[in-house]
């Protein structure tokens, strides 16, 4: 970074404040060297409402110094940088002054940087030649060069004139304070406010802080490939994530139309399930009633009411299966079609969420890459700052300038330090199942069967059963007997006996059977 660099190989921004997009005006210079108009950086202190200023550029934080604008240092190198642009627009533009040494109003041949003005072609040679100025001689520039010659910074030092004490501003210094962030000051300075600080001679000074210096940017050039090789690396990982992106909603389509069909399938299970029970159950309907109608036939005289009520029991036994299977089909139905709108649902919600955690991963790499730019754009500043400096050999801007390079270095390496060392798991995507929820492992068993025992007919070992029916609350009504009694029993839901009639087979004949029969269940039943 120390060799010779010509003002033309510095970029024109690097003369340009951030802030007005102008050409700098008494420059202020952060420790993070980034700099600014003294106007422009009033103002954004005069923003700030909490005593700390965010750099307009990288984003550091600092501290306002009790002084305000004034506590910043001023950039004495850059102030003699512009000097010198400024001067060679004038040259270029044909806008000079007159000389200030003559009134002849001649046209102006040379630029002395110790007085910071013009002269004419005899003043300059009675600068070049006057015993009483021949501490100018050294500072004195003919135009013609300013405009033609592309000056080292080393060169334009040597040109300018060493800076004046910071307090008396008419004095020459001859020492910097280190107390003071090595401001240069004076001899009588020592002896009032800068007595008892830390005073040294520049040339040591300078020596010093090049030396301090030089292992921080040993250490800035090792980390330096690594800092732009980030930015591609993120760049990769944002392809790599755009990737996982469109292959995990490929994925998920395509198990959203698999699961789709599977359920349409399960549906369509059910539907033909549906039909094919309430065919067989009018089957059966049909068959059974057809038997009940050739029975009725056959004993119509004698028990035409019990196959009338036997025929209505038997029709809501069917309508209560019918109301069965429809419930059963309509609650798997609802089940499939419930499946279809969590498969549909889920599809929207993983899909949701993939949209959400990729927005998430971009807008992260994409702060890892605008921290990247940034800091480019800090050790680019840097850089050029550094080379900058370090090309004047100026002893006096060393003195001045390289502490605070020196202190930028820190938080620059801290920074370039950084590893991102979680930046590859940015381009996964992790989510959910789609099947969740869908499928489980209980089977229900398709018949409920009961079995109810009954205490007084286990003891009546010798009565048969005639006929068992039930009613639409949930007895049971038995008939039969033995060869010489007959009973109608009426049982409840738990098996006990509610009710029962018993009658002496001698004294029923014919007809009256059915009558008698009929009576003693509406009368049990009534009970």
Sequence with gaps: MATSISLNEL??????CSVCLDQYTEPKLLPCLHRYCSLCLKKVIQASNDGKIKCPMCKQIYRVPKKGVDGFKTDFHMKSVLEFLNLQKSVNNGGLKECISCSKKKQVFAYCFKCGDF????????????????????????????EAMNLTLEELSALTEDPRCHIHLKQQAQLCCSTCRNVPVCVPCTYSKHKGHNLHEVN??????????????????????????????????????????????????????????????????????????????????????????????????????????????????????????????????????????????????????????????????????????????????????????????????????????????????????????????????????ITKDLFDNVTISEHEESVVKVKEFKENVTWYIDDITSTLDGKIVITGGSDDINHITVLNKRGHIENQQRINSTELVGSSVVFYLTQTCNSLYSR
């Excluded at 300059?124 to 030649?129: A, E, V």
């Excluded at 038997?291 to 005289?301: D, F, H, P, T, Y």
């Design 119 to 146: 002269l004419c072609e005899l003043c300059y040679k009675f600068h070049k030649n006057s015993r009483m100025l021949k501490d100018h001689r050294p500072h004195i520039l003919k135009l013609a060069n300013a």
């Design 204 to 433: 040591e000074l300078a020596s010093h802080e090049r030396m301090l210096l030089e292992s921080k940017l040993t250490e800035i050039n090792i980390l330096t490939s690594s800092l732009y090789e980030l930015p591609g690396k993120v760049e990769v990982i944002i392809g790599k994530l755009s990737e996982n992106n469109a292959e995990k909603t490929e994925t998920l389509k395509i198990q959203h139309k698999h699961l789709l069909y599977k359920l349409k399938d399960d549906k369509k299970k059910v539907t033909t399930e549906r039909e094919n029970g309430l065919m067989d159950i009018n089957n059966r309907r049909a068959d059974e009633k057809l038997q009940i109608r050739v029975r009725e036939g056959k004993e119509l005289s004698e028990v035409k009411q019990k196959y009338e009520d036997i025929t209505k029991d038997t029709e809501r036994k069917y309508d209560h299966e019918s109301l069965q299977i429809n419930a059963k089909c309509d609650k798997r139905e609802d089940i499939v079609d419930g499946k279809l709108k969590r498969l549909d649902d889920n599809l929207k919600e993983l899909s949701v969420d993939l949209d959400i955690l990729t927005k998430q991963h971009k807008d992260e790499l994409q702060k890892i890459s605008n921290h990247c730019q940034q800091m480019i754009e800090r050790y680019e500043n840097f850089t050029t700052t550094t080379s900058s400096i370090l090309a004047s050999k100026d002893k006096w801007i060393d003195a001045q300038c390289i502490p605070d390079i020196r202190e930028a270095c820190k938080p620059l390496i801290l920074e370039m330090k950084k590893e991102f060392s979680d930046i590859e798991s940015l381009s996964d995507l992790t989510i959910g199942d």
């Design 11 to 16: 970029k024109e921004n690097f003369f340009l």
